[in-house]
């Protein structure tokens, strides 16, 4: 099975793909799609076009995507939250199930501690993906989200397999 985790972001969207087989886990690739400016609709539209051209590319079978935090800035939530929503769309129209964590949820599973600093996430994701070299920092934010998604379809699974 393989998982895209996916990083929201309008300037930057973090993508990562990784092979789940049993509790194994293993890096396939990753990267980031960038924005450099033009009008929202241009961006979002390269956005869109570059996550299912990654997509294509890849082939996974589940996506996850972070869920927003709000801050102070309203503009700036709002527009996160486009890019929040290209990044669920892309995988929702290639009939891909998709998995919505917050950020704690993420570097709990990851880390062991939800408030686990940007190095400890990253520090964690190269133990559980040896070899791997991140492309970005929002790339390796998108494989803590596809290691997370991954943990929690191993636990359904297991709960699922006691109950049987």
Partial sequence: MRVLGIDPGLRNM??????????????????????DGGDL???????Y????AV?????????AVEQTFVNKDAVGTLKLGQARGIALLAPAEAGLAIGEYAPNAVKKTVVGV????????????????PGVIFDSADAADALAIAICHARHLQTRTLRIARTA
């Fill in 55 to 63: 997509i294509a590319a890849h082939a996974p079978d589940a996506a």
């Fill in 49 to 52: 076009r570059g996550l299912c």
């Fill in 114 to 129: 939800g408030h686990a600093g940007k190095e400890q996430v990253q520090h964690m994701v190269k133990v559980q993906l």
């Fill in 41 to 47: 609709g241009t961006r979002l539209s390269r956005l």
């Fill in 14 to 35: 973090g993508w990562g793909v990784i092979a789940v087989d049993g509790s194994r886990l293993r890096h396939v690739a990753n990267g980031v799609i960038q924005t």
